[in-house]
Protein backbone atom coordinates (compact mmCIF):
# COMPACT_ATOMS: atom_id res chain seq x y z
CA UNK A 1 0.00 0.00 0.00
CA UNK A 2 1.57 3.55 -1.24
CA UNK A 3 1.83 5.51 1.85
CA UNK A 4 0.28 9.37 1.39
CA UNK A 5 2.59 12.19 1.30
CA UNK A 6 2.21 14.78 4.03
CA UNK A 7 1.76 17.99 2.37
CA UNK A 8 2.44 21.49 4.16
CA UNK A 9 0.74 24.29 3.96
CA UNK A 10 3.29 27.13 4.84
CA UNK A 11 2.28 30.15 6.60
CA UNK A 12 4.79 33.68 6.83
CA UNK A 13 4.95 35.05 10.39
CA UNK A 14 6.32 38.80 11.00
CA UNK A 15 6.51 38.01 14.52
CA UNK A 16 4.98 35.49 16.62
CA UNK A 17 1.17 36.52 17.37
CA UNK A 18 1.06 36.50 13.50
CA UNK A 19 2.78 33.23 14.09
CA UNK A 20 0.29 31.62 16.33
CA UNK A 21 -2.71 33.00 14.40
CA UNK A 22 -1.28 31.20 11.11
CA UNK A 23 -1.43 28.09 12.69
CA UNK A 24 -5.06 28.48 14.62
CA UNK A 25 -5.70 28.99 10.98
CA UNK A 26 -4.56 26.20 9.41
CA UNK A 27 -0.76 26.46 8.59
CA UNK A 28 0.97 23.17 8.83
CA UNK A 29 4.36 25.11 9.35
CA UNK A 30 5.61 28.71 9.94
CA UNK A 31 8.56 30.50 8.74
CA UNK A 32 9.86 33.35 10.49
CA UNK A 33 12.66 35.80 10.26
CA UNK A 34 15.64 36.18 13.06
CA UNK A 35 16.91 39.62 13.99
CA UNK A 36 19.99 41.02 11.32
CA UNK A 37 19.63 37.60 9.28
CA UNK A 38 16.96 37.39 7.33
CA UNK A 39 16.13 38.16 3.42
CA UNK A 40 13.20 40.65 4.87
CA UNK A 41 15.10 42.80 7.21
CA UNK A 42 12.55 44.67 8.96
CA UNK A 43 10.80 41.19 10.08
CA UNK A 44 13.36 40.10 12.44
CA UNK A 45 12.66 38.50 15.89
CA UNK A 46 14.57 37.12 18.97
CA UNK A 47 15.08 33.60 19.79
CA UNK A 48 13.21 33.96 23.01
CA UNK A 49 9.86 34.85 20.60
CA UNK A 50 10.85 32.08 18.58
CA UNK A 51 10.87 29.78 21.01
CA UNK A 52 7.74 30.98 22.74
CA UNK A 53 6.27 29.76 18.69
CA UNK A 54 7.93 27.10 18.81
CA UNK A 55 6.27 25.67 21.95
CA UNK A 56 2.92 26.97 20.31
CA UNK A 57 2.93 25.00 16.78
CA UNK A 58 4.86 21.88 18.13
CA UNK A 59 1.20 21.28 19.98
CA UNK A 60 -0.39 20.71 16.94
CA UNK A 61 2.74 18.68 15.25
CA UNK A 62 2.96 21.96 13.20
CA UNK A 63 6.72 23.26 12.66
CA UNK A 64 8.91 26.66 12.55
CA UNK A 65 11.43 27.37 10.16
CA UNK A 66 13.50 30.26 10.67
CA UNK A 67 14.95 32.66 7.53
CA UNK A 68 18.72 32.68 7.36
CA UNK A 69 18.39 33.92 3.98
CA UNK A 70 20.79 36.20 3.45
CA UNK A 71 24.62 36.35 1.98
CA UNK A 72 27.08 36.45 5.11
CA UNK A 73 30.39 38.89 5.67
CA UNK A 74 33.54 36.81 7.48
CA UNK A 75 32.80 38.81 10.44
CA UNK A 76 29.30 37.43 10.81
CA UNK A 77 30.36 33.90 10.30
CA UNK A 78 31.21 33.26 14.40
CA UNK A 79 27.74 34.90 15.67
CA UNK A 80 25.26 32.85 13.04
CA UNK A 81 27.02 30.13 14.24
CA UNK A 82 26.32 30.36 17.80
CA UNK A 83 22.20 31.66 16.93
CA UNK A 84 22.13 28.55 14.97
CA UNK A 85 22.68 26.54 18.03
CA UNK A 86 20.64 28.64 19.93
CA UNK A 87 17.84 27.94 17.76
CA UNK A 88 18.55 24.22 17.42
CA UNK A 89 18.14 24.37 21.76
CA UNK A 90 14.79 25.67 21.43
CA UNK A 91 14.03 23.12 19.21
CA UNK A 92 13.27 25.08 15.65
CA UNK A 93 12.51 22.40 12.76
CA UNK A 94 14.67 23.82 9.88
CA UNK A 95 16.93 27.03 9.08
CA UNK A 96 15.81 28.15 5.35
CA UNK A 97 19.56 29.70 4.38
CA UNK A 98 20.48 30.56 1.17
CA UNK A 99 24.79 30.74 1.71
CA UNK A 100 26.73 27.97 1.41
CA UNK A 101 28.93 29.06 3.55
CA UNK A 102 26.40 27.53 6.77
CA UNK A 103 27.46 24.30 5.70
CA UNK A 104 30.75 24.82 6.75
CA UNK A 105 30.32 26.03 10.29
CA UNK A 106 30.27 23.19 13.35
CA UNK A 107 26.57 23.16 13.21
CA UNK A 108 23.81 20.98 15.44
CA UNK A 109 21.67 18.03 13.24
CA UNK A 110 19.58 20.60 12.47
CA UNK A 111 17.65 20.48 9.05
CA UNK A 112 18.74 23.10 5.92
CA UNK A 113 16.30 24.12 3.46
CA UNK A 114 17.76 25.39 0.30
CA UNK A 115 16.40 29.22 0.24
CA UNK A 116 14.90 30.31 -3.24
CA UNK A 117 17.64 33.01 -2.81
CA UNK A 118 19.80 30.24 -3.97
CA UNK A 119 18.36 30.09 -7.45
CA UNK A 120 16.84 27.00 -7.45
CA UNK A 121 15.75 26.15 -11.22
CA UNK A 122 17.16 23.01 -12.88
CA UNK A 123 17.41 19.47 -12.13
CA UNK A 124 20.87 19.60 -11.45
CA UNK A 125 21.16 22.59 -8.77
CA UNK A 126 18.49 20.99 -6.69
CA UNK A 127 20.30 17.21 -7.27
CA UNK A 128 23.37 18.88 -5.75
CA UNK A 129 21.59 20.36 -2.73
CA UNK A 130 20.31 16.92 -2.10
CA UNK A 131 23.24 15.76 -1.96
CA UNK A 132 25.28 17.96 -0.12
CA UNK A 133 22.79 17.45 2.98
CA UNK A 134 19.60 19.46 2.43
CA UNK A 135 15.95 18.08 3.23
CA UNK A 136 13.95 20.90 1.66
CA UNK A 137 14.47 22.82 -1.63
CA UNK A 138 12.49 26.25 -2.30
CA UNK A 139 12.13 26.23 -6.18
CA UNK A 140 12.35 29.31 -7.97
CA UNK A 141 8.58 30.90 -8.65
CA UNK A 142 9.58 31.30 -12.69
CA UNK A 143 9.33 27.22 -13.00
CA UNK A 144 6.03 25.39 -15.08
CA UNK A 145 4.32 22.76 -13.74
CA UNK A 146 6.47 20.75 -16.22
CA UNK A 147 9.39 21.29 -14.89
CA UNK A 148 9.00 21.15 -11.67
CA UNK A 149 8.00 17.26 -12.25
CA UNK A 150 10.75 17.02 -14.50
CA UNK A 151 13.04 18.01 -10.66
CA UNK A 152 10.55 15.62 -8.80
CA UNK A 153 11.12 12.68 -10.76
CA UNK A 154 14.93 13.04 -10.67
CA UNK A 155 15.28 13.37 -6.79
CA UNK A 156 13.67 12.83 -3.62
CA UNK A 157 14.78 15.86 -1.65
CA UNK A 158 11.37 17.47 -0.51
CA UNK A 159 10.11 19.93 -2.73
CA UNK A 160 8.55 23.88 -1.43
CA UNK A 161 6.62 26.46 -4.15
CA UNK A 162 5.14 29.68 -3.38
CA UNK A 163 1.66 29.67 -4.45
CA UNK A 164 0.38 33.51 -3.16
CA UNK A 165 1.74 36.78 -2.58
CA UNK A 166 4.11 39.06 -4.00
CA UNK A 167 6.07 38.23 -7.10
CA UNK A 168 9.82 39.92 -7.47
CA UNK A 169 10.54 40.07 -11.44
CA UNK A 170 13.49 38.77 -11.30
CA UNK A 171 14.99 35.32 -10.24
CA UNK A 172 15.51 35.42 -6.37
CA UNK A 173 19.13 35.83 -5.49
CA UNK A 174 19.74 37.50 -9.01
CA UNK A 175 18.82 40.90 -8.00
CA UNK A 176 21.74 43.84 -7.91
CA UNK A 177 19.84 46.45 -8.64
CA UNK A 178 19.09 48.25 -5.23
CA UNK A 179 22.70 47.25 -4.37
CA UNK A 180 23.93 49.03 -7.36
CA UNK A 181 21.47 52.20 -7.25
CA UNK A 182 20.91 52.90 -3.63
CA UNK A 183 23.76 50.38 -1.57
CA UNK A 184 20.74 48.44 -0.21
CA UNK A 185 21.40 44.48 -1.17
CA UNK A 186 18.24 42.61 -1.45
CA UNK A 187 20.77 39.52 -0.69
CA UNK A 188 21.37 41.24 2.61
CA UNK A 189 17.46 41.53 2.66
CA UNK A 190 17.29 45.41 2.30
CA UNK A 191 15.84 45.27 -0.95
CA UNK A 192 14.61 49.20 -1.90
CA UNK A 193 12.15 47.40 -4.11
CA UNK A 194 12.99 49.99 -7.61
CA UNK A 195 11.04 47.39 -9.69
CA UNK A 196 8.31 49.34 -7.91
CA UNK A 197 9.25 52.52 -9.56
CA UNK A 198 7.46 54.70 -12.00
CA UNK A 199 9.83 54.00 -15.33
CA UNK A 200 9.75 56.01 -18.61
CA UNK A 201 10.46 53.89 -21.49
CA UNK A 202 12.44 54.80 -24.80
CA UNK A 203 14.33 54.04 -27.21
CA UNK A 204 17.70 54.34 -28.71
CA UNK A 205 16.62 56.75 -30.78
CA UNK A 206 14.89 59.21 -27.86
CA UNK A 207 11.80 57.68 -28.88
CA UNK A 208 9.32 57.66 -25.83
CA UNK A 209 7.34 54.28 -26.07
CA UNK A 210 6.00 54.44 -22.67
CA UNK A 211 5.84 57.38 -20.07
CA UNK A 212 5.39 57.01 -16.07
CA UNK A 213 4.49 53.40 -16.06
CA UNK A 214 5.52 50.71 -13.59
CA UNK A 215 6.78 48.69 -16.13
CA UNK A 216 8.91 45.81 -13.80
CA UNK A 217 5.84 45.99 -11.42
CA UNK A 218 3.66 42.36 -11.59
CA UNK A 219 0.41 41.38 -10.31
CA UNK A 220 0.39 39.20 -7.11
CA UNK A 221 0.78 34.83 -7.66
CA UNK A 222 -2.38 33.31 -6.96
CA UNK A 223 -2.02 29.19 -7.09
CA UNK A 224 -5.66 28.66 -5.18
CA UNK A 225 -7.16 27.21 -8.27
CA UNK A 226 -3.39 24.80 -9.80
CA UNK A 227 -2.80 23.15 -6.06
CA UNK A 228 -3.98 19.90 -7.69
CA UNK A 229 -1.42 20.06 -10.38
CA UNK A 230 1.11 21.17 -7.84
CA UNK A 231 0.88 18.02 -5.45
CA UNK A 232 0.95 15.72 -8.66
CA UNK A 233 4.01 17.40 -9.86
CA UNK A 234 5.58 16.59 -6.96
CA UNK A 235 5.24 19.43 -4.38
CA UNK A 236 4.77 18.66 -0.72
CA UNK A 237 5.91 22.22 0.82
CA UNK A 238 3.26 24.94 -0.25
CA UNK A 239 4.22 28.17 0.78
CA UNK A 240 2.39 31.70 1.28
CA UNK A 241 4.55 35.02 0.66
CA UNK A 242 4.40 37.67 3.12
CA UNK A 243 6.74 38.04 6.02
CA UNK A 244 5.94 41.96 5.86
CA UNK A 245 2.13 41.18 6.20
CA UNK A 246 -0.48 42.10 8.98
CA UNK A 247 -2.50 39.60 10.54
CA UNK A 248 -5.91 40.06 8.87
CA UNK A 249 -4.00 39.25 5.58
CA UNK A 250 -2.20 35.80 7.19
CA UNK A 251 -5.18 35.03 8.64
CA UNK A 252 -7.68 35.19 5.10
CA UNK A 253 -5.01 33.81 3.07
CA UNK A 254 -4.06 30.66 5.34
CA UNK A 255 -7.71 30.07 6.26
CA UNK A 256 -8.53 30.23 2.20
CA UNK A 257 -5.73 27.63 1.62
CA UNK A 258 -6.66 25.17 4.07
CA UNK A 259 -10.41 25.14 3.49
CA UNK A 260 -9.28 24.33 -0.53
CA UNK A 261 -6.35 22.08 0.45
CA UNK A 262 -8.46 20.01 3.04
CA UNK A 263 -11.53 19.79 0.30
CA UNK A 264 -8.64 18.55 -1.63
CA UNK A 265 -7.86 15.95 0.93
CA UNK A 266 -10.76 14.73 1.16
CA UNK A 267 -11.20 13.46 -2.30
CA UNK A 268 -7.32 12.61 -2.94
CA UNK A 269 -6.61 9.99 0.04
CA UNK A 270 -3.07 9.85 -1.65
CA UNK A 271 -2.57 13.04 0.59
CA UNK A 272 -2.67 14.29 3.84
CA UNK A 273 -2.29 16.91 6.07
CA UNK A 274 1.15 17.42 7.48
CA UNK A 275 0.55 18.80 11.12
CA UNK A 276 -2.88 17.87 13.79
CA UNK A 277 -6.18 19.30 14.63
CA UNK A 278 -9.33 20.78 12.84
CA UNK A 279 -9.96 24.30 12.30
CA UNK A 280 -13.01 26.00 12.89
CA UNK A 281 -13.21 29.40 10.90
CA UNK A 282 -15.69 32.12 11.80
CA UNK A 283 -15.28 34.18 8.66
CA UNK A 284 -15.55 33.53 5.03
CA UNK A 285 -12.40 33.79 3.35
CA UNK A 286 -11.76 35.37 0.18
CA UNK A 287 -8.36 36.18 -1.71
CA UNK A 288 -9.34 39.21 -3.10
CA UNK A 289 -10.51 41.09 -0.34
CA UNK A 290 -6.29 41.02 1.03
CA UNK A 291 -4.13 42.90 -0.53
CA UNK A 292 -3.37 42.17 -4.10
CA UNK A 293 -2.35 43.96 -7.14
CA UNK A 294 -4.35 41.71 -9.47
CA UNK A 295 -3.44 38.04 -9.68
CA UNK A 296 -1.32 35.88 -11.93
CA UNK A 297 -0.24 32.19 -11.85
CA UNK A 298 2.89 33.36 -13.61
CA UNK A 299 4.83 30.87 -15.72
CA UNK A 300 2.97 28.03 -14.59
CA UNK A 301 1.77 27.21 -17.43
CA UNK A 302 4.30 28.22 -19.99
CA UNK A 303 4.94 31.88 -20.76
CA UNK A 304 1.67 34.33 -21.05
CA UNK A 305 0.63 37.87 -21.51
CA UNK A 306 -0.91 40.02 -18.65
CA UNK A 307 1.02 38.91 -15.33
CA UNK A 308 2.45 42.65 -15.02
CA UNK A 309 0.99 45.25 -13.47
CA UNK A 310 2.32 48.54 -15.11
CA UNK A 311 -0.68 50.94 -13.88
CA UNK A 312 0.24 51.08 -10.04
CA UNK A 313 2.47 48.50 -7.55
CA UNK A 314 -0.45 49.14 -5.02
CA UNK A 315 -3.19 46.77 -3.88
CA UNK A 316 -6.78 47.00 -6.31
CA UNK A 317 -8.55 44.52 -4.15
CA UNK A 318 -11.64 43.06 -5.26
CA UNK A 319 -13.23 43.69 -8.45
CA UNK A 320 -17.55 44.96 -7.78
CA UNK A 321 -18.44 46.05 -11.72
CA UNK A 322 -18.92 49.27 -13.25
CA UNK A 323 -20.25 52.40 -12.87
CA UNK A 324 -23.89 52.55 -13.93
CA UNK A 325 -24.40 56.23 -13.43
CA UNK A 326 -23.11 59.54 -11.98
CA UNK A 327 -24.91 62.04 -9.83
CA UNK A 328 -24.14 64.95 -8.32
CA UNK A 329 -22.86 63.66 -4.97
CA UNK A 330 -23.41 59.63 -5.38
CA UNK A 331 -22.48 57.00 -7.75
CA UNK A 332 -24.22 53.67 -9.09
CA UNK A 333 -22.23 50.99 -9.51
CA UNK A 334 -23.44 47.95 -11.40
CA UNK A 335 -23.03 45.28 -8.94
CA UNK A 336 -24.49 42.19 -6.81
CA UNK A 337 -21.47 42.80 -4.11
CA UNK A 338 -22.12 44.50 -1.04
CA UNK A 339 -20.83 47.27 -0.68
CA UNK A 340 -20.15 49.09 3.23
CA UNK A 341 -19.82 52.22 4.63
CA UNK A 342 -16.11 53.26 5.14
CA UNK A 343 -14.84 50.74 2.49
CA UNK A 344 -11.88 52.13 0.08
CA UNK A 345 -13.06 51.98 -3.44
CA UNK A 346 -10.26 52.29 -6.78
CA UNK A 347 -10.23 52.42 -9.91
CA UNK A 348 -7.58 53.16 -12.94
CA UNK A 349 -7.01 55.87 -15.51
CA UNK A 350 -4.10 56.26 -17.73
CA UNK A 351 -2.11 58.00 -14.69
CA UNK A 352 -2.14 54.49 -12.45
CA UNK A 353 -4.79 53.86 -9.60
CA UNK A 354 -7.09 56.48 -8.05
CA UNK A 355 -9.80 55.89 -5.56
CA UNK A 356 -12.06 57.47 -2.83
CA UNK A 357 -13.42 56.65 0.50
CA UNK A 358 -17.55 55.48 0.33
CA UNK A 359 -19.32 58.17 3.20
CA UNK A 360 -22.24 55.93 2.95
CA UNK A 361 -24.29 53.36 0.48
CA UNK A 362 -27.83 53.01 0.04
CA UNK A 363 -27.84 49.32 -2.18
CA UNK A 364 -25.44 50.17 -4.73
CA UNK A 365 -25.61 54.02 -4.86
CA UNK A 366 -22.64 55.29 -2.92
CA UNK A 367 -22.21 58.73 -1.69
CA UNK A 368 -18.81 58.94 -1.47
CA UNK A 369 -16.17 61.16 0.65
CA UNK A 370 -15.53 63.72 -2.27
CA UNK A 371 -16.62 63.08 -5.46
CA UNK A 372 -14.21 61.17 -7.67
CA UNK A 373 -13.78 62.04 -11.33
CA UNK A 374 -15.26 59.12 -13.25
CA UNK A 375 -16.94 57.82 -16.00
CA UNK A 376 -19.72 55.66 -17.24
CA UNK A 377 -18.17 51.83 -17.75
CA UNK A 378 -15.69 52.62 -15.74
CA UNK A 379 -14.35 49.72 -13.53
CA UNK A 380 -15.00 49.75 -9.53
CA UNK A 381 -12.66 47.80 -7.36
CA UNK A 382 -12.66 47.35 -3.18
CA UNK A 383 -9.18 47.90 -2.20
CA UNK A 384 -10.48 48.33 1.95
CA UNK A 385 -13.31 46.15 2.68
CA UNK A 386 -14.28 48.01 6.16
CA UNK A 387 -16.35 45.23 7.28
CA UNK A 388 -14.45 42.27 6.57
CA UNK A 389 -11.14 44.18 8.20
CA UNK A 390 -13.33 44.74 11.46
CA UNK A 391 -13.91 40.56 11.47
CA UNK A 392 -10.53 39.85 11.10
CA UNK A 393 -9.33 42.28 14.43
CA UNK A 394 -11.15 39.50 16.33
CA UNK A 395 -10.95 35.96 16.83
CA UNK A 396 -11.93 34.44 13.91
CA UNK A 397 -11.00 30.91 14.20
CA UNK A 398 -10.03 28.19 16.90
CA UNK A 399 -8.08 24.88 15.95
CA UNK A 400 -8.53 21.36 18.13
CA UNK A 401 -7.37 18.54 18.84
CA UNK A 402 -10.02 15.60 19.23
CA UNK A 403 -9.41 13.47 21.68
CA UNK A 404 -12.18 10.98 24.18
CA UNK A 405 -11.77 10.36 27.98
CA UNK A 406 -12.58 7.13 29.76
CA UNK A 407 -13.70 6.68 33.47
CA UNK A 408 -13.16 4.26 35.24
CA UNK A 409 -13.63 3.31 39.61
CA UNK A 410 -10.86 1.72 41.41
CA UNK A 411 -11.20 0.22 44.87
CA UNK A 412 -9.89 4.37 46.05
CA UNK A 413 -11.65 6.35 44.11
CA UNK A 414 -11.84 6.78 40.04
CA UNK A 415 -8.79 6.73 37.26
CA UNK A 416 -9.87 8.63 34.21
CA UNK A 417 -7.45 7.93 30.79
CA UNK A 418 -7.41 10.73 28.03
CA UNK A 419 -6.36 9.99 24.83
CA UNK A 420 -6.29 12.30 21.95
CA UNK A 421 -6.22 12.20 17.98
CA UNK A 422 -3.03 10.78 17.58
CA UNK A 423 -2.73 8.35 20.25
CA UNK A 424 -1.25 10.81 22.87
CA UNK A 425 -2.36 9.53 26.37
CA UNK A 426 -2.55 10.50 29.95
CA UNK A 427 -3.73 8.83 32.98
CA UNK A 428 -5.15 10.53 36.40
CA UNK A 429 -5.79 8.40 39.45
CA UNK A 430 -7.96 10.31 42.46
CA UNK A 431 -8.64 9.03 45.75
CA UNK A 432 -12.20 9.68 46.61
CA UNK A 433 -15.54 8.37 48.51
CA UNK A 434 -17.81 6.75 46.36
CA UNK A 435 -21.85 7.73 47.23
CA UNK A 436 -24.66 6.14 45.55
CA UNK A 437 -25.93 8.91 42.82
CA UNK A 438 -29.72 9.54 44.28
CA UNK A 439 -30.38 9.57 40.11
CA UNK A 440 -28.26 9.20 36.93
CA UNK A 441 -25.38 11.01 36.78
CA UNK A 442 -23.82 9.92 33.84
CA UNK A 443 -25.30 13.02 31.77
CA UNK A 444 -23.87 15.52 34.15
CA UNK A 445 -20.32 14.04 34.24
CA UNK A 446 -19.96 14.35 30.60
CA UNK A 447 -21.43 17.34 29.86
CA UNK A 448 -18.53 18.40 33.24
CA UNK A 449 -15.82 16.40 31.29
CA UNK A 450 -16.62 17.70 27.67
CA UNK A 451 -15.79 21.62 29.18
CA UNK A 452 -12.35 22.10 27.47
CA UNK A 453 -13.09 25.70 27.19
CA UNK A 454 -10.08 27.93 26.14
CA UNK A 455 -7.67 24.67 25.56
CA UNK A 456 -6.71 23.61 22.35
CA UNK A 457 -8.40 19.88 23.06
CA UNK A 458 -12.36 19.28 21.70
CA UNK A 459 -13.58 16.49 23.85
CA UNK A 460 -15.55 14.24 21.33
CA UNK A 461 -16.27 10.93 23.30
CA UNK A 462 -16.80 10.22 26.95
CA UNK A 463 -17.00 6.37 28.24
CA UNK A 464 -18.29 6.33 31.75
CA UNK A 465 -17.48 2.37 33.19
CA UNK A 466 -19.45 2.22 36.54
CA UNK A 467 -19.99 -0.88 38.45
CA UNK A 468 -23.50 1.26 39.81
CA UNK A 469 -24.30 4.95 39.70
CA UNK A 470 -21.64 7.01 41.52
CA UNK A 471 -22.33 10.49 42.93
CA UNK A 472 -19.49 13.02 41.92
CA UNK A 473 -20.01 16.23 42.34
CA UNK A 474 -19.16 19.30 39.17
CA UNK A 475 -16.04 20.98 41.12
CA UNK A 476 -14.39 17.43 41.47
CA UNK A 477 -15.18 16.61 37.74
CA UNK A 478 -13.69 19.83 36.71
CA UNK A 479 -10.41 19.72 38.99
CA UNK A 480 -10.16 16.10 37.40
CA UNK A 481 -11.03 17.53 34.05
CA UNK A 482 -7.73 20.23 34.17
CA UNK A 483 -5.63 18.20 35.48
CA UNK A 484 -5.90 15.47 32.66
CA UNK A 485 -5.65 17.94 30.26
CA UNK A 486 -2.74 19.72 31.50
CA UNK A 487 -0.93 16.07 31.27
CA UNK A 488 -2.03 15.43 27.85
CA UNK A 489 -0.52 18.59 26.36
CA UNK A 490 2.70 17.67 28.55
CA UNK A 491 2.51 14.26 26.90
CA UNK A 492 2.08 16.27 23.12
CA UNK A 493 4.97 17.90 24.03
CA UNK A 494 7.58 15.31 24.75
CA UNK A 495 5.97 12.94 22.23
CA UNK A 496 6.75 15.80 19.59
CA UNK A 497 9.59 14.31 17.34
CA UNK A 498 12.17 17.31 16.32
CA UNK A 499 14.23 15.84 12.98
CA UNK A 500 17.56 15.11 13.31
CA UNK A 501 19.51 15.99 10.50
CA UNK A 502 23.60 16.26 10.82
CA UNK A 503 25.48 18.09 7.69
CA UNK A 504 28.21 16.07 6.61
CA UNK A 505 31.34 17.01 4.81
CA UNK A 506 30.60 16.60 0.75
CA UNK A 507 32.71 17.44 -2.44
CA UNK A 508 30.54 16.08 -5.56
CA UNK A 509 30.60 19.22 -8.28
CA UNK A 510 28.66 21.74 -8.58
CA UNK A 511 26.74 22.17 -11.82
CA UNK A 512 28.89 25.14 -12.77
CA UNK A 513 32.58 24.70 -13.31
CA UNK A 514 33.51 28.79 -12.79
CA UNK A 515 31.59 31.03 -10.81
CA UNK A 516 31.23 34.77 -11.07
CA UNK A 517 29.45 37.43 -8.59
CA UNK A 518 26.19 35.86 -9.75
CA UNK A 519 26.85 32.99 -6.98
CA UNK A 520 26.49 35.81 -3.86
CA UNK A 521 30.16 34.25 -2.64
CA UNK A 522 30.84 36.97 0.33
CA UNK A 523 32.72 35.10 2.85
CA UNK A 524 35.54 32.57 3.05
CA UNK A 525 33.43 29.79 3.86
CA UNK A 526 31.55 30.21 0.92
CA UNK A 527 34.46 30.27 -0.90
CA UNK A 528 35.25 26.99 0.58
CA UNK A 529 32.46 25.15 0.06
CA UNK A 530 32.76 26.10 -3.81
CA UNK A 531 36.25 25.32 -4.03
CA UNK A 532 35.48 21.76 -2.25
CA UNK A 533 33.09 21.14 -4.54
CA UNK A 534 34.98 21.61 -7.89
CA UNK A 535 34.44 25.12 -9.15
CA UNK A 536 36.69 27.72 -9.50
CA UNK A 537 35.57 31.14 -8.02
CA UNK A 538 36.25 33.89 -10.92
CA UNK A 539 34.49 36.48 -8.38
CA UNK A 540 33.35 37.70 -5.75
CA UNK A 541 29.61 38.72 -4.60
CA UNK A 542 28.70 41.89 -5.80
CA UNK A 543 28.47 43.52 -2.39
CA UNK A 544 32.09 42.72 -2.39
CA UNK A 545 33.30 43.88 -5.33
CA UNK A 546 30.44 45.93 -7.50
CA UNK A 547 30.85 45.35 -10.87
CA UNK A 548 30.37 47.80 -14.02
CA UNK A 549 28.59 46.93 -17.07
CA UNK A 550 27.02 43.65 -15.53
CA UNK A 551 23.35 42.75 -15.66
CA UNK A 552 22.05 43.88 -12.11
CA UNK A 553 18.59 42.04 -13.22
CA UNK A 554 17.79 38.32 -14.66
CA UNK A 555 14.08 37.78 -15.52
CA UNK A 556 12.10 35.80 -17.11
CA UNK A 557 9.26 38.17 -17.55
CA UNK A 558 9.96 40.28 -20.85
CA UNK A 559 8.70 43.89 -21.75
CA UNK A 560 8.93 43.29 -25.48
CA UNK A 561 6.44 40.23 -25.08
CA UNK A 562 4.15 42.11 -22.58
CA UNK A 563 3.84 44.63 -25.67
CA UNK A 564 3.50 42.02 -28.23
CA UNK A 565 6.92 42.05 -29.83
CA UNK A 566 8.09 38.81 -28.88
CA UNK A 567 10.15 37.79 -32.00
CA UNK A 568 9.53 34.44 -31.14
CA UNK A 569 6.32 33.92 -30.68
CA UNK A 570 5.10 36.99 -33.59
CA UNK A 571 7.87 36.87 -35.86
CA UNK A 572 6.12 38.33 -38.58
CA UNK A 573 5.46 41.65 -36.70
CA UNK A 574 8.38 44.61 -36.96
CA UNK A 575 9.38 46.87 -34.05
CA UNK A 576 8.57 50.62 -34.59
CA UNK A 577 11.26 51.36 -32.38
CA UNK A 578 15.24 50.78 -32.09
CA UNK A 579 16.73 48.87 -29.72
CA UNK A 580 18.13 48.83 -27.24
CA UNK A 581 15.67 49.48 -24.64
CA UNK A 582 15.79 51.87 -21.68
CA UNK A 583 13.89 52.10 -18.40
CA UNK A 584 14.41 56.08 -16.81
CA UNK A 585 13.43 57.36 -13.54
CA UNK A 586 15.14 60.36 -12.43
CA UNK A 587 18.74 60.12 -12.88
CA UNK A 588 18.20 55.92 -13.15
CA UNK A 589 18.73 55.02 -16.20
CA UNK A 590 19.10 50.87 -17.13
CA UNK A 591 19.13 49.59 -20.20
CA UNK A 592 17.44 46.46 -20.76
CA UNK A 593 19.26 43.53 -22.79
CA UNK A 594 16.77 40.67 -24.44
CA UNK A 595 18.63 37.04 -24.63
CA UNK A 596 15.83 35.51 -26.40
CA UNK A 597 17.81 31.88 -26.53
CA UNK A 598 17.00 31.87 -22.63
CA UNK A 599 14.00 33.39 -22.86
CA UNK A 600 14.79 36.04 -20.26
CA UNK A 601 15.39 40.01 -20.32
CA UNK A 602 18.89 41.48 -18.60
CA UNK A 603 19.09 44.59 -16.88
CA UNK A 604 21.85 46.95 -17.00
CA UNK A 605 22.38 49.98 -15.19
CA UNK A 606 23.54 52.74 -18.42
CA UNK A 607 26.95 54.06 -17.77
CA UNK A 608 26.76 55.99 -21.00
CA UNK A 609 25.97 59.52 -19.93
CA UNK A 610 25.59 60.99 -23.57
CA UNK A 611 22.15 59.28 -23.59
Not at 228 to 247: F, M, P, Y
Not at 453 to 480: C, H, M, R
Not at 544 to 560: G, S, V
Amino acid sequence: MKIARKTELLAPAKNIEIGKQAIIHGADAVYIGIDGYSARYAAGNSVEDIAELVKFAHLFNAKIYVTLNTILYDDELHEVEMLIWQLYKVRVDALIIQDMGILQLNLPPIPLHASTQADNRTVEKVRFLEKAGFTQVVLARELSFNEIAEIAENTTVALEVFIHGSLCVSYSGQCYLSQAISGRSANRGKCAQLCRLPYDLVDSNGKLIEKDKYLLSLKDFNQFHNLENLLDAGVSSLKIEGRLKDVSYVKNIVAAYRKKLDEIFARRSEYVRASSGSNNVDFDPNLSKSFNRGFTDYFSNGRQAGIESPLSPKSIGEYLGTVKSIGKRNIIINTKKKINNGDGLCYTTENGLDGFRVNSVEGNTVFPAKMPKLNIGTKIYKNYDHEFEQTLLKNTAERKISAKINLFEVGFGFALQITDEYDNEAIIVETFEKNPANKSPYENIRLQLSKTGNTIVEVKEVNIKFSQDWFIPSSALTDWRKKLIDRLLSARKISYKQEIKKIEPTSHAFPQKELTYLHNISNKNSHAFYTQHQSKILQPAFEIAPRQDEPLMFTKYCIKFAMGYCTKTNKSKSTPFKEPLYLVNNNVRLKLQFDCKECQMLVIKDSDKTK
